[in-house]
């Protein structure tokens, strides 16, 4: 079945830098790609979405890449900021099904 | 107003007890969702539910019951609590149709087994 592997599981940065996180997946035939947030004690909080006609997507300082060829997704933090703190989780989901499998997740700090 | 609650948010409970972990979303979603969290698994499926009175098997059901009473609400039964089903529980739900895989969580219920 689908594979889905995230890097990096720790990330640093500091205030006003970039922050990318890569997700690999193996099933050519996933079409949604998702990015979800979850903050300390919370639940997990949709970020963005994609479908697989969509290579690049970019919304409120985020960017997602969608490389089909590589099977890679990633999600850029254009100037992140310590409120950008937190657990990101990838997700691929097939087209015909249900389920939706999630990275393992990276936990993001922003240094001040 | 969210969308998406868990009750309890917390809960212990002995070794060999019945736990009832319940999810209610006033999203008018088709689909419900339950999942646990782990340190280094991610979040992994237990059961999920596309329609009321009806249950399915995620990746990891042994252990569990799920009850979709309505479509509102969806529980999660654990009849003999273990040790190993101490996590971080999750309920989620999504539309049916294109927009499934866009999934709402609710605040999670933390699990302590004793």
């Known amino acids: 079945g689908e594979q889905v592997e995230q890097r990096p599981p720790h990330l640093s940065v500091r205030e006003g830098d970039s922050a990318i996180i890569i997700c690999t997946y193996t099933d050519s035939a996933t079409a949604y790609f998702s990015w979800y947030k979850q903050e300390a004690g919370a639940g997990l909080q949709l970020l963005m979405s994609v479908l697989s006609n969509v290579d690049r997507k970019e919304e409120q300082g985020l960017t997602v890449l969608l490389n089909k060829k590589d099977k890679r997704l990633s999600l850029n933090l254009t100037a992140a900021h310590p409120g950008d703190s937190a657990v990101y989780f990838c997700a691929v989901s097939p087209t015909n099904a249900y389920k939706v499998i999630f990275g393992k997740g990276t936990h993001l700090h922003v240094l001040p | 107003e969210a969308a998406v609650t868990q009750s309890p948010r917390s809960k212990v409970a002995v070794t060999g007890g019945k736990v009832t972990l319940s999810c209610h979303q006033t999203?008018?979603?088709?689909?419900m969702y339950w999942y646990r969290q782990d340190t280094g698994h991610g979040l992994r499926l237990i059961h999920y539910?596309?329609?009321?009175?009806?249950?399915e098997k995620g990746d990891i059901p042994d252990g569990y019951k799920a009850s979709r009473p309505s479509q509102e609400n969806f529980s999660l039964i654990l009849e003999l609590a273990s040790l190993s089903q101490t996590a971080v529980y999750f309920c989620a739900s999504s539309e049916l149709g294109d927009n499934y895989a866009e999934q709402f969580f609710g605040p999670g219920t933390r699990l302590t087994v004793l």
């Open positions: 999203n008018n979603h088709d689909y």
């Open positions: 539910s596309y329609v009321a009175d009806s249950t």
